[in-house]
């Protein structure tokens, strides 16, 4: 049995009107502080929009797809992520900071889930008005933007968002994803043995 956590995490479009106290904020924010990271490099950098400042809010709305603005307007907060690219020491460049940054923001949505929190990430953004807009300096990647908040309503989203949000979804069986021996030969057909043919987020 896979953690309940897992089960229960999903990524919506639609969120309460409700703000995120600022403790809980923290509480996302110390779980990412503690994810592991390569050579304990830490490369993730965070940039935190709520609602009650509404103009840092808009700044950090203002630089995704329109597409994305449509729904994560309603959000209580947005976090713009970000990796440093190379190691403190020395300078090298650290090609595992995605990786690390990915493993952190895991680690912020779990924690979302356990305090009864959601999370939907997006890759739509300008990534030079980011940079521009939040003075990002170089030698660091903006990779993503979370909206966050509690669980709203989906019946106050557009039809065509609103049909996609009550879709069930599903992922690739395991034998598609993990293999054995050499690449795309299946490990032992374990989602028959595990029978997880499909995960509803």
Request: aromatic letters at 10%.
């Amino acid at each position: 049995m896979i953690n309940e956590l897992l089960k229960k995490r999903y990524s919506p479009r639609v969120f309460a009107d409700n703000i995120i106290e600022r403790e809980k904020i923290l509480n996302l924010l110390e779980a990412a502080r503690w994810s592991p990271s390569s050579m304990n490099g830490q490369p993730w950098r965070f940039i935190i929009a709520s609602k009650e400042d509404i103009s840092n809010f808009n700044n950090l709305l203002g630089i995704l797809n329109e597409s994305n603005r449509i729904w994560a307007k309603n959000a209580a907060v947005l976090i713009l992520t970000i990796a440093k690219l190379n190691y403190d020491s020395a300078g090298q460049l650290n090609r595992h900071a995605l990786y690390d940054l990915g493993n952190a923001v895991a680690h912020l949505t779990f924690q979302a889930t356990a305090i009864d929190l959601f999370v939907r990430q997006m890759g739509g953004f300008n990534v030079e008005k980011a940079r521009e807009v939040f003075s990002i300096p170089e030698g660091y990647e903006p990779v993503s933007v979370i909206a966050a908040g509690y669980k709203g309503n989906p019946e106050i989203l557009p039809e065509s968002l609103r049909i996609r949000e009550k879709a069930v979804r599903t992922r690739k069986n395991l034998d598609e994803i993990a293999f054995k021996e050499k690449f795309g030969k299946p490990y032992n057909n374990v989602e028959q043995d595990l029978n997880l043919k499909k995960v509803y987020l």
